[in-house]
């Protein structure tokens, strides 16, 4: 069965949405996060206020993205069930960056610098970084159910949290030296040297080789 194709309606909405949050980041970026109004980046992407909050219910939601926690959990639950829990969670992780940034050939710079000020901001702004705390958090969640252990058993449960956790951990690490450092490696290289430094070579050896 083919994949339903969105329609003319759910195309402007997405584009619509992107423009607003381009045009937010950017904002944001050059006079800081306090000093743009929503109403100010309503009139720099050409529409109304209550478009914008239509859209983005609170200033915040403008600068978060959405974490690809999908993705990552598909990639997770797709995952052979006698793979270590870490090797099945690290490779998700650098499978959906990859994607997000376009290393596999896919959209290039524009995606990974608008990434970047996103990130940038989020870790800058107090108030953003509490959002992103939150985001992780359900992240955590989505893979917690995609590896599918047995809910009933606490010890199940308990390792699959730890192991998401510490993949987690070792990806915020690398997502913060990628801002600080301006890009200049790959977000997927740099998951993988996290969590290999994290969990040593057999975990990206592992990834490298399905």
């Not at 239509?54 to 978060?64: A, G, I, Q, S, W």
């Not at 107090?126 to 590896?147: G, K, M, N, T």
């Not at 699959?160 to 600080?180: N, P, R």
């Amino acid at each position: 069965m083919s994949e339903r194709q969105p329609t003319l309606r759910e195309r402007r909405h997405s584009e619509t949405q992107r423009l607003i949050q381009a045009h937010a980041v950017r904002l944001f970026t050059d006079h800081g996060y306090d000093a743009v109004t929503v109403a100010d980046v309503a009139e720099a992407a050409g529409v109304s206020a209550m478009t914008v909050y239509r859209r983005f219910p609170t200033k915040e939601d403008l600068v978060l993205i959405d974490q690809p926690a999908q993705l990552i959990a598909e990639h997770v639950a797709a995952s052979s069930a006698t793979q270590p829990l870490v090797r099945r969670v690290g490779s998700a992780l650098i499978a959906a960056a990859t994607a997000s940034t376009g290393s596999n050939g896919g959209e290039p710079a524009a995606n990974e610098r608008f990434l970047r000020d996103c990130l940038r901001l989020m870790v800058s702004t107090p108030a953003l970084r509490a959002r992103h705390l939150d985001s992780q958090y359900v992240l955590q969640q989505a893979i917690v159910e995609a590896l599918g252990e047995d809910a009933s058993d606490p010890d199940a449960a308990f390792r699959a949290q730890a192991a998401t956790s510490a993949c987690i951990a070792a990806m915020h690490t690398a997502l913060t030296h990628w801002v600080e450092d301006d890009g200049h490696t790959e977000l997927p290289e740099l998951i993988a040297q996290a969590l290999t430094a994290s969990f040593g070579d057999d975990i990206i050896a592992a990834h490298q080789k399905d």
